[in-house]
């Protein structure tokens, strides 16, 4: 059974940090384009960060960037996001996705197939 489990969200103060981590089980991560993505409520979800799976090539939303770093650990099957310089805004559930490679890395949440529960982030004094 193909699954994906995100974990590392929680509660953070505006600057803090978190790690995002996404787990798979019944399959292997380095096939896969990999997404992070997030909703917040009342809001559409939106392309976070992705990586893709041949060269490593990297998509960042210009609202992470310099802020957000999404990297692969192939040999624990996992994908992380590391996020800093938290604001208020980054509050959302965050879910990481799946899809096989395309020639173009594009972090089009319709074009990903397999997603994971979502975890809370919540950025708060």
């Known amino acids: 059974q193909v699954q994906l489990v995100e974990s590392g969200g929680g509660l953070v103060q505006p600057g803090g940090s978190l790690r995002l981590s996404c787990a798979a089980s019944g399959f292997t991560l380095d096939y896969y384009v990999i997404g992070w993505f997030r909703q917040a409520p009342g809001k559409e979800r939106e392309g976070v960060s992705c990586?893709?799976?041949?060269?490593?090539?990297?998509y960042y939303a210009d609202s992470v960037k310099g802020r957000f770093t999404i990297s692969r650990d192939n040999a624990k099957n996992t994908v992380t996001l590391q996020m800093n310089s938290l604001k208020p805004e980054d509050t959302a559930v965050y879910y990481c996705?799946?899809?096989?490679?395309?020639?173009?890395?594009?972090?089009?949440?319709?074009?990903?197939?397999?997603w994971g529960q979502g975890t809370q982030v919540t950025v708060s004094s």
């Open positions: 990586i893709s799976s041949s060269d490593g090539s990297t």
């Open positions: 996705a799946a899809e096989p490679p395309r020639a173009t890395l594009r972090c089009l949440s319709r074009e990903f197939g397999s």
